[in-house]
C-alpha cells in the first residue's frame, strides 16, 4: 500500500479549525448532533469487546430497513470509510482492475490508488446533467476487471441514479462476473423515499452506508456494508478483525440507541435542508457569475463558474476562507477544476447559509474588482 494523504482530509475544516470558519458550507452531512440531542442509557455499558460482525439486533434491523433476508448481510463497519477500506483492500491487488466514478468521495479513488490496481475513470460531466452512461462502464471492462464502484446519492453532485440505471450496471457486472460497490452513504438523505439498499437486487453488490451524513453523527464512525455473498462476507470480516477487531463498544451503544429513535430527528433535519435547498436555488437565479445542476438527493451542489467568466480561483479561495471566513469544497478535493465548488446546504442554519453565500459573492467581486469590504 501507498497511503498519501488527501486534500479534502488536509483541507477539511476540522484540520484548518472549526473556530476559524463563520460559514462552513464545505460539510456534506447535515448539522451535527450532540449527546444531549439523544435519549440514551449508557451508564451501565460494559467495556469489552463486542461481536465483531456488530449486534445482531442492529444488523437485523438495517437487514429488514434494506430489503435483506438476514442479519450476516450486514457487518458494522468504522464509518463508510472503514467499509470503503474493508472492501477495495479485500477485492483488488495491483493485478486487478477497477473502473469508478469520478468525480467522487476521495478515499473511493485513493484506496485503490494506495492498492496500486489498474483504474478506469467514468468521469461525470456537468453537460450530461452528471448522469452516469452505464454504456460507459460496458466499453472500459477488462478481462481483469474486479470492481465496479459507483456512488448513489452522489457526492460531490447530488446526482440520483434511477432503478432502471442501477439495473443496468448490475446486468453488466453479473453478466462479466464483476463486482460492483454501490456507496450509499447519502441514502436516507435523499429527497424522496429511497429505493430498498441496492445489495438486494443481486449477490455480486456490496452496498455501502453510515449514520454520518443523513443524521449528523460522522463522530460515532458508525457505518456498514452489506452483501448477499456469504464467503465474500467472510472475507470482510477477516478484513475488519485483522484493522480493528470490532467497532467500539461505546459508539455501537449510542448508534444502536439512536438508529431506534432516528425517525424522530428526520422530519426536522429534513426541512432545514430543503429550505437551505430553496434558498441556493433563489441565490443561483441571481449570481449570474455561478451555475449548478440542482441535486436530486443528498445535501451536497457541485458548482461551477461560468465558463465565460475569468477567475484568479486561487486568490478566490484564499479570500474566502481567509478574509470572509466561508468554506466551501474546491474542485481539487474532488480532482476536478477549482472553477468547481461543492456547496453543504444541510449543515448550516438559514441564516448562516445565506451569509455564507453572500460571501462567496463578495469574494467573487473582489478578486474580479479588487473591490475591499
Ligand atoms: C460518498 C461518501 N462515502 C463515504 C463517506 C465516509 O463517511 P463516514 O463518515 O461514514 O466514514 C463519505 C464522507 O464524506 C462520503 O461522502
Redesign the pocket.
Known sequence: MHYRRMPIEIESPEEFGYDKVLYNLSE?SVTDLNMRDLSLSIGDLDLSYIPHRGHTEFRAALAHEAGLQHPDQVLITN????A?FIINSALLTADDHLIVVRPN?A??IEVPRAIGCGISFIDLKFEDKWRLDPQKIAEAIRPNTRLISI?TPH?PTGMVMTLAEIDAVIALAERHNVFLLV?E??RDAGFTTPYPAVASRSKCVIS?G????AYGL?GL?T?WLMTQHTTLMETFLAAKEMIYISNSALDEAVAWQFYQQKEQFLPAIQQKSMQNLDILRNWLEKESRLEAILPEGGVVCFLRVQPGFQVDMERFYHLLTQEYKTMVGPGHWFEMPDTYMRIGFGFTSAEVFEKGLECIGQALQHVQHGWHR
Open positions: 456534506s464509518g463508510a470509510a472503514g470503503l468521495y478515499t473511493n456512488t457526492n456507496d452513504t447519502y455501502v453510515s449514520l454520518s451524513k460522522p464512525r457505518g
